[in-house]
């Protein structure tokens, strides 16, 4: 059984298209995540929620929009797509907040590769 | 603020040969310490962790100190296999309301 799982995971667009993609997680966790990996392996937290509430919001273009519609999913929608929006997202999840990872390590999916051409 | 540092990779190794990678922090407080491990196409994946000052995490063969001194905590193993290749990340969390912080990633090449 895939404990987060995150569709598609392949994602090939145009420049200033709209995609979304989907994560579920059937962990029971309460804290939910979307992290960008660039090309060189960098690791960078864009969202997290508890509990279907946002609770961190880093330096992210507004085009990105998660969106929790419970605390088993979380989803990410991209608006007007740029070429520097390529990456790799993984959807993460966790028991407790993002600040007790001594107890709740992450858990993470298998991420979405998306490619903006 | 909190960091992590790891040293560049890529590293390559042979099969059996000793492994070291290294990984400092600064932090403020009593910072919780990880290993992650990214396999090829895969997400990350806790490899070992390690909570308080002179602990020791563990878990596959791989081992790391958590070296309040020193601010460290290495990734060693005595025996590399060719299944170890992989991305391997240290991260931190610190007291108070951040998330865990990741180093750059240290990519292991092991060749039979």
């Known amino acids: 059984d895939t404990a987060v799982s995150q569709t598609p995971k392949y994602l090939v667009t145009q420049m200033g298209n709209d995609k979304s993609i989907k994560c579920e997680q059937n962990l029971g966790h309460d804290t939910m995540y979307w992290y960008k990996q660039d090309s060189k392996k960098f690791l960078k937290i864009m969202f997290s929620?508890?509990?279907?509430?946002?609770?961190i919001n880093e330096t992210v273009p507004n085009r990105f929009s998660p969106k929790s519609p419970d605390k088993a999913h979380l989803n990410l929608h991209i608006n007007s797509l740029e070429l520097g929006d390529s990456a790799v997202y993984f959807c993460?999840?966790?028991?407790?907040?993002?600040?007790?990872?001594?107890?709740?390590?992450?858990?993470f999916g298998n991420g979405t590769r998306l490619t903006v051409t | 603020g909190n960091s992590v540092t790891q040293m560049e990779g890529p590293v390559t190794l042979s099969e059996e040969a000793f492994l070291t990678i290294n990984c400092t922090y600064t932090?403020?407080?009593?910072?919780?310490l990880f290993w992650y491990v990214q396999y090829p196409g895969e997400g990350l994946q806790l490899l070992l962790k390690a909570t308080k000052a002179d602990d020791k995490g563990s878990n596959k063969g791989f081992e790391a100190t958590y070296r309040k001194e020193t601010t460290s905590f290495h990734l060693e193993k005595g025996s590399v296999q060719v299944s170890d290749s992989a991305v391997y990340f240290c991260a931190l969390s610190a007291p108070g309301n951040t998330p865990l912080v990741f180093g750059k990633g240290t990519r292991l090449s092991v060749i039979a």
């Open positions: 932090a403020t407080g009593y910072p919780s």
């Open positions: 929620y508890n509990n279907k509430e946002l609770i």
């Open positions: 993460a999840s966790s028991q407790g907040p993002p600040w007790q990872q001594g107890n709740s390590p992450l858990h």
